[in-house]
């Protein structure tokens, strides 16, 4: 395929789509859910790969955001032949600041007079190796598609920027080269590289640009500046070439223009120092070459800042101190040549009015100011051998001034550029390949226009009709070879124009430099004269004098006209000779030759006037310059920006539609969209139109078998496309309305959120599955090694159960031995168990003598000293529980005790029954007994029954213990007094009676014998009275009959014995018979 085809078959060929990514398996590399979505990674993943050829651009993004505002790329725009439509669209995007739209790979971009926020890193960075279409258009992505195709493809490429002036092609230029910057990979050497490349911009500027009523920084000069990439993409070097500088406003500006800006910048910010010795003064109002404009100063320009810039951008680029010094040696010396005057002698020859500026320029230029002032003043002419000094008269000398002002800037321009080049040379030999930046002048129509605006408007001609060749040949050569038949394209071949300027020996920059070269009074009439009669029929060209009546009202007579396929331009051709020839008398130039300023000595080579040919005119040189960078150009494959102006104002958010669509006019906008347009607005190869809508139909759907070219024909006829909205070529579908590939892309859209939504479905539980799985997994595991530590903790229990139990049978067996090791453990287990036990079993009163556990053997002994304690420890709570009462109570009762424990049947039944202090109170005492015994102090008293000692009558009486005696008390009489002295002692039987026999001495006279009582209170009163009478061991328990003393010397007996009832009764033997109950335990 041709270089011209590839250009064209770029916007057409392959870029993954969302099935693609998905069957090539590259989707999975996507977040789920991300479906469709190309996202940036996943292309760069593809490129690196090499799946995605770089370069080949689509229409796919561009379908996608149609719907955003207007149309991103007007090959879509269904009117392509309505430039109403074409208007509407750039405004519609304009208004939302949307400066850029596509016409296929051509970037157009609008100029917004405002600083808007896409040109930062982040935007870089986001354009950065993205295919065109997947982002909105923007002057990154061209930069990137072309760097990229650059070197996939390993080839040349240049990116034409063009527009009228002020249409911010300058900007886009520096924008391309600043995107490179960021974006191509880079190291420190290269670093220098790529800062000198963005420096060469600001020296440039200041010396190429310049204030005029169009632009602020209006460039004056053509730029074409080669970025050479190597084999990895590095910005290694760079050249750059610069056209036709429009020398003439060195001496020359119109109202509201200015002089280059580094006139100013030099005035208004140089060093005090610098000033000084460049002979200069800070003001730009002194120089005659700085004040014709009448604006040196500008609200948009700051010189100042701008100087720094430029010495910054020096030093950047390699001027060493002496190179700064002699170029702005070379600067002043024309501001101060421009001050030079002359006045008219009496013979209107020229003299110099003053010779101060002058001596400047001298010293400046290193040449003798007698040399300089001849030179300014006269002309050499060689007549034969000699030389003739003739005088000038004041205009002669005017313009010798100016022409070696113009001369001396012009060379020290290029001069420049060369220094330039050599600072961004790369020496190396590698191969490289280049990416060339044009910054060309646009079509230009003024006022007036001149010989500047025929150059212009020329090479304007030669890159439409070097773009139409590459465009339409391209589209040409795809149709013949799809064998589609060819659709001619409506569109103005402007070859007929270039040839009416070019063409030798015919053109008019050919008749021009005849004029200038010929012999005699040649003007710029005479030259006028000779056009006419050369082209006097050309269609193209017109004349006041060859105009009809109606056109030539708007012809001057020093005019011509072009009808530009651009438009018509009326040109005066007044100046066209002198600009032509550029003259510059060889004297001057001899002494230039002779200056010390070294940048003036290259730029005036001394072999410069030794040819006797006469020098190129300009036309013939900038016809030849264009003629090598059409032949640059052709060898590199093209990227195209054209730049607008949206208002003639610089005003912001200003669409001046008149404006637009002038500029839309002559930059050939609607052509270039019927070419690329060509008939068709979409093309696509058989496999990737199938590829990407195969979805669409179930013959095609998933995969289809046959040839592409079959399945593409049944897949649109399925779609029903009408036949003349399609052509079937050899290896491509041909599509001719944007809207049907519009309804077919919505068709997919649908579909394609059908699918995805079905892959993502799919796709999830597939995911689902594999994490369910992973999880089940992970359990089976974790339950395995769960169930391993229980039986492991398991087995090491019994294993320590095991253990324990044995320990403990040695133990049992060995319980009785000394303590071992064996049994230690099991000894102290039985220790610890029974004092467990026992401590939940301990008795709860001194009388339980049978709770008390059997101990083991080990513990008898202890057993028995906790029994006791445990014994001691009960009663002493017992015993400080007791009252002072209880306590004397049972003193008593252990008297009782002491005397009848185990002797006498009733006692163990009488234990329980407490002791009281008396049984019969004083008040029922008989007041009299009670004033008998009352000093005695009565101890006790209780009702007793008396049995007679003779007949054993019974008798109810009080018993009374005193401190010292025993009374018998009936009523208020007391019977029988005894005194403990008298009382041998007391019986009583052994057993369950009541029955006590006080025995008394009977060798009392005073006393009557034994008293035979029985008191139900028995212990109780035997015992006080033992206490009272201390008599304990006369208290007597007998077993039998108990005698007993009737009165001295003579007896009689009681008779104890048991039986069913008790009875006390006097037996036939006339013993006193008791009968005492039986009481069953004793
Ligand atoms: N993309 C842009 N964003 C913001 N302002 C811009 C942009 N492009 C251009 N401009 C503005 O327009 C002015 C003119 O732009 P520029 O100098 O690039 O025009 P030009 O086409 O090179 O003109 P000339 O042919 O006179 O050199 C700039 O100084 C700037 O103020
Ligand atoms: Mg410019």
């Given at each position: 395929?041709?270089?011209?085809?590839?250009?064209?078959?770029?916007?057409?060929?392959?870029?993954?789509?969302?099935?693609?990514?998905?069957?090539?398996?590259?989707?999975?590399?996507?977040?789920?859910?991300?479906?469709?979505?190309?996202?940036?990674?996943?292309?760069?993943?593809?490129?690196?790969?090499?799946?995605?050829?770089?370069?080949?651009?689509?229409?796919?993004?561009?379908?996608?955001?149609?719907?955003?505002?207007?149309?991103?790329?007007?090959?879509?725009?269904?009117?392509?032949?309505?430039?109403?439509?074409?208007?509407?669209?750039?405004?519609?995007?304009?208004?939302?600041?949307?400066?850029?739209?596509?016409?296929?790979?051509?970037?157009?971009?609008?100029?917004?007079?405002?600083?808007?926020?896409?040109?930062?890193?982040?935007?870089?960075?986001?354009?950065?190796?993205?295919?065109?279409?997947?982002?909105?258009?923007?002057?990154?992505?061209?930069?990137?598609?072309?760097?990229?195709?650059?070197?996939?493809?390993?080839?040349?490429?240049?990116?034409?920027?063009?527009?009228?002036?002020?249409?911010?092609?300058?900007?886009?230029?520096?924008?391309?080269?600043?995107?490179?910057?960021?974006?191509?990979?880079?190291?420190?050497?290269?670093?220098?590289?790529?800062?000198?490349?963005?420096?060469?911009?600001?020296?440039?500027?200041?010396?190429?640009?310049?204030?005029?009523?169009?632009?602020?920084?209006?460039?004056?000069?053509?730029?074409?500046?080669?970025?050479?990439?190597?084999?990895?993409?590095?910005?290694?070097?760079?050249?750059?070439?610069?056209?036709?500088?429009?020398?003439?406003?060195?001496?020359?500006?119109?109202?509201?223009?200015?002089?280059?800006?580094?006139?100013?910048?030099?005035?208004?910010?140089?060093?005090?120092?610098?000033?000084?010795?460049?002979?200069?003064?800070?003001?730009?109002?002194?120089?005659?070459?700085?004040?014709?404009?009448?604006?040196?100063?500008?609200?948009?320009?700051?010189?100042?800042?701008?100087?720094?810039?430029?010495?910054?951008?020096?030093?950047?680029?390699?001027?060493?101190?002496?190179?700064?010094?002699?170029?702005?040696?070379?600067?002043?010396?024309?501001?101060?040549?421009?001050?030079?005057?002359?006045?008219?002698?009496?013979?209107?020859?020229?003299?110099?009015?003053?010779?101060?500026?002058?001596?400047?320029?001298?010293?400046?230029?290193?040449?003798?100011?007698?040399?300089?002032?001849?030179?300014?003043?006269?002309?050499?002419?060689?007549?034969?051998?000699?030389?003739?000094?003739?005088?000038?008269?004041?205009?002669?000398?005017?313009?010798?001034?100016?022409?070696?002002?113009?001369?001396?800037?012009?060379?020290?321009?290029?001069?420049?550029?060369?220094?330039?080049?050599?600072?961004?040379?790369?020496?190396?030999?590698?191969?490289?390949?280049?990416?060339?930046?044009?910054?060309?002048?646009?079509?230009?129509?003024?006022?007036?226009?001149?010989?500047?605006?025929?150059?212009?408007?020329?090479?304007?001609?030669?890159?439409?009709q070097l773009f139409i060749e590459l465009t339409?040949?391209?589209?040409?050569?795809?149709?013949?070879?799809?064998?589609?038949?060819?659709?001619?394209?409506?569109?103005?071949?402007?070859?007929?124009?270039?040839?009416?300027?070019?063409?030798?020996?015919?053109?008019?920059?050919?008749?021009?430099?005849?004029?200038?070269?010929?012999?005699?009074?040649?003007?710029?009439?005479?030259?006028?004269?000779?056009?006419?009669?050369?082209?006097?029929?050309?269609?193209?060209?017109?004349?006041?004098?060859?105009?009809?009546?109606?056109?030539?009202?708007?012809?001057?007579?020093?005019?011509?006209?072009?009808?530009?396929?651009?438009?018509?331009?009326?040109?005066?051709?007044?100046?066209?000779?002198?600009?032509?020839?550029?003259?510059?008398?060889?004297?001057?130039?001899?002494?230039?030759?002779?200056?010390?300023?070294?940048?003036?000595?290259?730029?005036?080579?001394?072999?410069?006037?030794?040819?006797?040919?006469?020098?190129?005119?300009?036309?013939?040189?900038?016809?030849?310059?264009?003629?090598?960078?059409?032949?640059?150009?052709?060898?590199?494959?093209?990227?195209?920006?054209?730049?607008?102006?949206?208002?003639?104002?610089?005003?912001?958010?200003?669409?001046?539609?008149?404006?637009?669509?002038?500029q839309v006019k002559y930059l050939g906008l609607m052509e270039h969209l019927r070419v690329r347009?060509?008939?068709?607005?979409?093309?696509?190869?058989?496999?990737?139109?199938?590829?990407?809508?195969?979805?669409?139909?179930?013959?095609?759907?998933?995969?289809?078998?046959?040839?592409?070219?079959?399945?593409?024909?049944?897949?649109?006829?399925?779609?029903?496309?009408?036949?003349?909205?399609?052509?079937?070529?050899?290896?491509?579908?041909?599509?001719?309305?944007?809207?049907?590939?519009?309804?077919?892309?919505?068709?997919?859209?649908?579909?394609?959120?059908?699918?995805?939504?079905?892959?993502?479905?799919?796709?999830?539980?597939?995911?689902?599955?594999?994490?369910?799985?992973?999880?089940?997994?992970?359990?089976?595991?974790?339950?395995?090694?769960?169930?391993?530590?229980?039986?492991?903790?398991?087995?090491?229990?019994?294993?320590?159960?095991?253990?324990?139990?044995?320990?403990?049978?040695?133990?049992?067996?060995?319980?009785?031995?000394?303590?071992?090791?064996?049994?230690?453990?099991?000894?102290?287990?039985?220790?610890?168990?029974?004092?467990?036990?026992?401590?939940?079993?301990?008795?709860?009163?001194?009388?339980?003598?049978?709770?008390?556990?059997?101990?083991?053997?080990?513990?008898?002994?202890?057993?028995?000293?906790?029994?006791?304690?445990?014994?001691?420890?009960?009663?002493?709570?017992?015993?400080?529980?007791?009252?002072?009462?209880?306590?004397?109570?049972?003193?008593?009762?252990?008297?009782?005790?002491?005397?009848?424990?185990?002797?006498?049947?009733?006692?163990?039944?009488?234990?329980?029954?407490?002791?009281?202090?008396?049984?019969?109170?004083?008040?029922?005492?008989?007041?009299?007994?009670?004033?008998?015994?009352?000093?005695?102090?009565?101890?006790?008293?209780?009702?007793?029954?008396?049995?007679?000692?003779?007949?054993?009558?019974?008798?109810?009486?009080?018993?009374?213990?005193?401190?010292?005696?025993?009374?018998?008390?009936?009523?208020?009489?007391?019977?029988?007094?005894?005194?403990?002295?008298?009382?041998?002692?007391?019986?009583?039987?052994?057993?369950?009676?009541?029955?006590?026999?006080?025995?008394?001495?009977?060798?009392?006279?005073?006393?009557?014998?034994?008293?035979?009582?029985?008191?139900?209170?028995?212990?109780?009163?035997?015992?006080?009275?033992?206490?009272?009478?201390?008599?304990?061991?006369?208290?007597?328990?007998?077993?039998?009959?108990?005698?007993?003393?009737?009165?001295?010397?003579?007896?009689?007996?009681?008779?104890?014995?048991?039986?069913?009832?008790?009875?006390?009764?006097?037996?036939?033997?006339?013993?006193?018979?008791?009968?005492?109950?039986?009481?069953?335990?004793?």
């Amino acid at each position: 395929m041709g270089v011209k085809q590839a250009v064209l078959c770029r916007a057409v060929e392959f870029r993954p789509s969302a099935l693609d990514l998905l069957e090539s398996g590259y989707i999975h590399r996507g977040e789920p859910g991300q479906g469709l979505k190309i996202t940036r990674e996943i292309v760069l993943q593809l490129r690196q790969k090499g799946k995605v050829k770089l370069g080949q651009l689509d229409l796919e993004g561009a379908l996608i955001a149609r719907d955003r505002v207007g149309i991103q790329d007007f090959v879509l725009l269904d009117a392509h032949n309505s430039e109403t439509a074409f208007l509407d669209n750039l405004k519609k995007r304009f208004s939302e600041d949307l400066i850029y739209t596509y016409i296929g790979t051509l970037l157009i971009s609008v100029n917004p007079y405002k600083e808007l926020d896409i040109y930062n890193k982040k935007q870089m960075d986001l354009y950065m190796g993205v295919n065109f279409f997947e982002l909105p258009p923007h002057i990154y992505a061209l930069a990137d598609n072309a760097y990229h195709t650059m070197l996939t493809e390993a080839n040349n490429h240049f990116i034409l920027i063009s527009g009228e002036s002020g249409a911010g092609k300058t900007e886009a230029s520096k924008k391309i080269l600043q995107y490179y910057a960021v974006s191509c990979p880079s190291t420190a050497l290269l670093d220098t590289v790529r800062d000198r490349m963005l420096m060469s911009n600001p020296v440039l500027e200041a010396f190429g640009n310049a204030k005029t009523m169009k632009n602020d920084n209006s460039s004056r000069f053509g730029k074409y500046m080669d970025i050479q990439f190597d084999s990895q993409g590095d910005a290694v070097g760079g050249h750059i070439l610069s056209y036709l500088l429009e020398k003439s406003r060195v001496v020359h500006q119109n109202h509201g223009e200015r002089n280059f800006h580094i006139f100013y910048q030099l005035v208004e910010g140089g060093e005090e120092d610098l000033l000084r010795h460049l002979g200069l003064e800070k003001d730009t109002k002194r120089y005659s070459y700085l004040v014709q404009g009448q604006c040196s100063n500008v609200s948009s320009i700051n010189d100042k800042n701008d100087w720094k810039t430029v010495k910054n951008a020096l030093s950047v680029i390699d001027f060493d101190a002496n190179d700064t010094e002699h170029l702005f040696g070379i600067i002043a010396s024309v501001l101060h040549l421009g001050n030079v005057h002359f006045d008219g002698d009496t013979k209107g020859y020229a003299v110099l009015n003053s010779n101060a500026g002058l001596r400047w320029v001298s010293k400046l230029l290193g040449v003798h100011v007698q040399v300089l002032q001849e030179a300014l003043t006269y002309r050499k002419i060689e007549a034969k051998s000699e030389e003739v000094l003739s005088p000038f008269t004041v205009d002669h000398a005017v313009y010798a001034r100016d022409a070696l002002a113009k001369a001396i800037y012009g060379r020290t321009f290029t001069w420049l550029v060369n220094r330039i080049n050599e600072s961004l040379e790369n020496k190396d030999s590698s191969r490289k390949t280049v990416i060339g930046l044009l910054d060309i002048y646009g079509f230009e129509v003024f006022f007036v226009n001149s010989f500047e605006q025929f150059c212009i408007n020329y090479c304007n001609e030669k890159l439409q009709q070097l773009f139409i060749e590459l465009t339409l040949k391209a589209e040409q050569e795809e149709y013949e070879g799809e064998g589609i038949g060819w659709e001619p394209v409506q569109f103005f071949n402007n070859k007929i124009i270039c040839d009416l300027v070019e063409e030798k020996h015919r053109g008019i920059i050919s008749v021009l430099d005849e004029e200038c070269l010929r012999p005699g009074d040649a003007s710029d009439l005479t030259f006028l004269e000779k056009l006419e009669e050369k082209m006097g029929n050309h269609p193209h060209f017109v004349t006041h004098k060859l105009a009809d009546k109606k056109t030539r009202k708007t012809l001057e007579r020093g005019d011509f006209r072009l009808l530009h396929y651009a438009g018509e331009v009326t040109y005066c051709v007044v100046g066209f000779i002198d600009k032509n020839n550029d003259l510059l008398y060889k004297n001057i130039k001899d002494v230039m030759r002779l200056s010390k300023n070294p940048i003036i000595q290259e730029c005036f080579p001394a072999n410069e006037g030794d040819s006797k040919r006469r020098p190129e005119t300009v036309a013939t040189q900038f016809k030849n310059s264009l003629l090598r960078l059409t032949e640059i150009l052709m060898a590199k494959e093209p990227w195209y920006v054209r730049c607008l102006k949206s208002n003639d104002n610089k005003q912001p958010g200003k669409f001046d539609e008149v404006l637009v669509r002038h500029q839309v006019k002559y930059l050939g906008l609607m052509e270039h969209l019927r070419v690329r347009r060509a008939g068709f607005a979409y093309r696509r190869r058989y496999e990737v139109f199938l590829k990407r809508y195969k979805a669409l139909c179930p013959a095609t759907w998933p995969h289809w078998r046959g040839v592409p070219a079959d399945g593409v024909e049944k897949l649109v006829k399925h779609l029903g496309y009408q036949p003349d909205e399609y052509k079937m070529g050899r290896t491509k579908i041909f599509i001719r309305y944007a809207r049907t590939l519009f309804a077919t892309e919505d068709a997919f859209e649908i579909c394609k959120h059908e699918l995805a939504t079905r892959i993502q479905a799919k796709y999830k539980g597939y995911r689902a599955k594999g994490e369910f799985r992973k999880q089940k997994e992970a359990a089976t595991k974790i339950e395995t090694c769960w169930r391993g530590v229980q039986a492991r903790k398991e087995r090491d229990r019994r294993a320590w159960a095991v253990k324990v139990i044995k320990k403990f049978i040695k133990g049992y067996i060995t319980r009785r031995e000394a303590k071992t090791t064996d049994n230690s453990e099991y000894l102290a287990f039985v220790r610890q168990s029974y004092l467990n036990r026992l401590k939940n079993n301990l008795p709860k009163t001194v009388l339980d003598k049978t709770t008390w556990l059997t101990p083991p053997p080990v513990m008898t002994e202890t057993s028995e000293i906790l029994r006791q304690l445990h014994t001691r420890m009960m009663v002493r709570k017992y015993v400080r529980g007791l009252t002072a009462q209880r306590k004397a109570q049972l003193q008593q009762k252990v008297v009782t005790s002491a005397m009848f424990k185990g002797k006498k049947d009733s006692y163990p039944p009488s234990i329980s029954v407490p002791f009281v202090d008396t049984r019969i109170s004083e008040q029922d005492i008989n007041m009299r007994v009670l004033q008998t015994i009352r000093q005695e102090r009565i101890k006790y008293s209780v009702p007793v029954v008396k049995y007679d000692r003779n007949g054993f009558k019974s008798r109810q009486r009080q018993l009374i213990f005193t401190q010292a005696a025993v009374y018998m008390v009936e009523e208020a009489k007391i019977k029988q007094r005894v005194d403990y002295v008298s009382l041998k002692g007391v019986s009583v039987s052994n057993l369950g009676d009541s029955i006590m026999i006080l025995h008394v001495a009977c060798d009392d006279p005073k006393q009557k014998g034994d008293l035979i009582l029985e008191c139900d209170h028995l212990f109780e009163a035997l015992t006080k009275l033992a206490m009272v009478a201390k008599k304990q061991n006369n208290i007597k328990v007998v077993q039998g009959s108990i005698k007993f003393e009737i009165h001295a010397g003579k007896e009689n007996c009681v008779d104890f014995s048991t039986g069913q009832e008790p009875m006390v009764y006097k037996g036939k033997n006339g013993h006193l018979m008791v009968v005492a109950p039986r009481i069953k335990s004793r």
